[in-house]
């Protein structure tokens, strides 16, 4: 039984049945005229011209952000104490007091950094690769360093972050090893053991590869005088039949066989040194493809679009609202500090700056949006199978986190879309699909067609999981893992090493940043991994002045509630915590 609407002047109105379409467009050209499309950085990406006043953060939101800023401030103070930084130290003190006091500091200093550690350590490394632990002085230490500080664990730890990590998106089946990576019985046999073979695993479905191809021949940076590398490499795994779960095989330092030979497990500070390259390359590819480009840009385009072409009245607009809000925000910060010239991942990641942009780019023009859906993409990876591939934490959790959705927004659809030719008849329904994919607005690749209530359905479902889960997925997981620069720093400072390289505890710790950067990135990544303004599903009191959607968000927080709960049961059991798509865990928007 559906509730009355005692307000009905206050339910929203598709603009073919509002009685002012005059008014209706006058107010939509002035949104056109606030909100404009440009492609100048990263090139040819789509985003705001600038940021109205309106987008900007908020002040509850500032508020919420002011305490990690506090404790970045206190853990550069400490791990410079640590480290005998003299003078420096009694300004890192004075900033951290003046963060707790003035949340102003929040937007100058938003995504800049709260100090130069380069100034405070210059170009100092730990004595050892344990050492890097003393940057948690402050945070938290995440749970993954002592399976990487184990030998008998590290192999396992690199596995299960190509199914659990920051970075789920690379790792796809098997079914036949590229010539250019010609690993051998005896490779498989040193990793596995007794009883299984390579051949076995491949004819089972058993065998899957994180190809890092795409950034051979990435022209790399300088930080602080240090030339960075980045490797292209390419790891093969295999799961174990005892149980189920993922196992590191061999990892190849580069894509020419002949020059970077394959090392597995049982090759000591060798195998140490390829886990890097391989985690390297992950970060690189996770925070300028899976992150920024597939999820950050793509809702920077339905933000403008939406806010352009839908009216303020149109039934969309409340919904596309709580999913993008502070996107426009959060994208601005990072477009002029994080990631311009001279920022956070100029610095302290491998690839050139210019480089990463193009890195951006080509995230979002090779993700259409047709076909960016978990299931499909998970399929076409060969990870669908749940037989050959048991263990999988982002498929077991995404998929309920998707058909919830999925549910929720077919039903409201469907509250407003009576037929099938209303939807065709929507001109602003039809001028926001046109924006997401016109050369001149949004330039997002595979834009579907919408005449169909299902097709309506299915585009909006894409963009709200992608706003929510799907980032989520990709963001949370940033210190966890890129926190402890053993397992994931954001550049190589040496070459990867060839069949000709020394491999030691030394050429190991050569690899790996100074200090300094490394602080500066875990700062960022620990920023990045608390800042939390929202839950999934918590549209607050106000979002929807319709009564008429509300028991349907009613019924979405109840599918939420047996999601957390299923997720939260398979959970306790895992190697390692995945809690990053417990529905109380996802964000309503980018907001970070």
């Not at 073979?197 to 021949?217: K, M, P, Q, T």
């Not at 060798?270 to 597939?294: F, Y």
């Amino acid at each position: 039984m559906s509730l009355p609407d005692p307000r009905p002047s206050a339910r929203p109105l598709l603009p073919q049945d509002d009685p002012d379409p005059g008014g209706r467009a006058a107010g939509l050209e002035v949104q056109q005229d606030t909100y404009r499309f440009v492609h100048d950085w990263p090139a040819g990406v789509a985003t705001a011209s600038w940021l109205p006043e309106a987008d900007d953060y908020s002040s509850g939101y500032i508020a919420k952000s002011v305490p990690i800023y506090a404790r970045i401030a206190a853990n550069y103070a400490a791990v410079a104490l640590r480290y005998g930084t003299g003078g420096r130290l009694e300004l890192l003190e004075d900033l951290s007091r003046s963060v707790e006091k003035d949340s102003r500091l929040f937007k100058s200093m938003h995504l800049k950094g709260m100090a130069t550690p380069k100034e405070v350590f210059g170009t100092t490394r730990p004595r050892t690769w344990r050492d890097y632990a003393d940057i948690f002085q402050v945070f938290a230490k995440p749970a993954v360093v002592p399976r990487v500080d184990d030998d008998a664990t590290l192999g396992d730890a690199m596995a299960w972050q190509r199914v659990a990590g920051c970075n789920p998106t690379v790792l796809a089946r098997c079914d036949a090893l590229p010539s250019h990576f010609p690993v051998t019985e005896a490779d498989y046999t040193r990793a596995m053991g007794e009883g299984d073979s390579l051949e076995a695993a491949r004819a089972e479905g058993r065998l899957y590869l994180a190809d890092y191809g795409v950034l051979d021949g990435v022209v790399c940076g300088v930080t602080n005088g240090l030339q960075k590398y980045l490797a292209a490499p390419l790891a093969l795994y295999a799961v174990d039949r005892s149980d189920g779960r993922l196992r590191s095989v061999c990892i190849q330092n580069g894509q020419d066989p002949t020059a970077y030979p394959r090392v597995t497990p049982a090759d000591g500070w060798a195998w140490r040194m390829a886990t890097q390259c391989v985690q390297v390359a992950d970060a690189n590819h996770h925070e300028g493809s899976a992150h920024l480009g597939r999820t950050h840009m793509v809702m920077e385009a339905v933000a403008v679009a939406m806010k352009r072409q839908l009216a303020s009245t149109h039934p969309l607009t409340p919904l596309l609202t709580a999913h993008t809000e502070t996107t426009l925000a959060i994208n601005a910060s990072a477009k002029t500090s994080l990631i311009a010239p001279g920022g956070t991942v100029d610095t302290t990641f491998a690839a050139k700056i210019r480089v990463f942009g193009d890195i951006v780019r080509g995230a979002v023009q090779s993700w259409p949006l047709d076909r960016a859906t978990p299931r499909q993409d998970l399929e076409a990876r060969g990870l669908l199978d749940v037989e050959a591939l048991p263990v999988h934490p982002y498929r077991e959790d995404a998929l309920p986190v998707w058909d919830a959705l999925a549910a929720f927004l077919g039903e409201y659809v469907a509250l407003y879309y009576t037929a099938d030719t209303a939807v065709q008849a929507d001109g602003e329904l039809q001028a926001f699909v046109r924006d997401l994919a016109a050369p001149d607005a949004g330039r997002l690749p595979g834009v579907p067609e919408v005449q169909t209530r299902a097709q309506l359905a299915q585009l909006l479902t894409i963009l709200v999981f992608t706003a929510t889960a799907q980032h989520s997925a990709v963001n949370f997981t940033q210190y966890p893992y890129m926190g402890y620069v053993p397992n994931m720093g954001g550049a190589l400072y040496a070459p990867p090493p060839t069949g000709a390289s020394a491999a030691s505890e030394e050429a190991y710790l050569a690899l790996m940043a100074p200090m300094g950067v490394a602080l500066d990135s875990i700062s960022m990544v620990y920023l990045l991994s608390e800042v939390r303004d929202s839950t999934l599903g918590e549209y607050g009191p106000t979002r929807f002045q319709d009564l008429r959607v509300l028991p349907l968000v009613k019924r979405f927080q109840a599918a939420l509630r047996d999601v957390e709960q299923a997720t939260a049961a398979r959970d306790a059991s895992r190697w390692l915590p995945y809690p990053y798509l417990r529905p109380s865990q996802i964000l309503q928007s980018i907001s970070i």
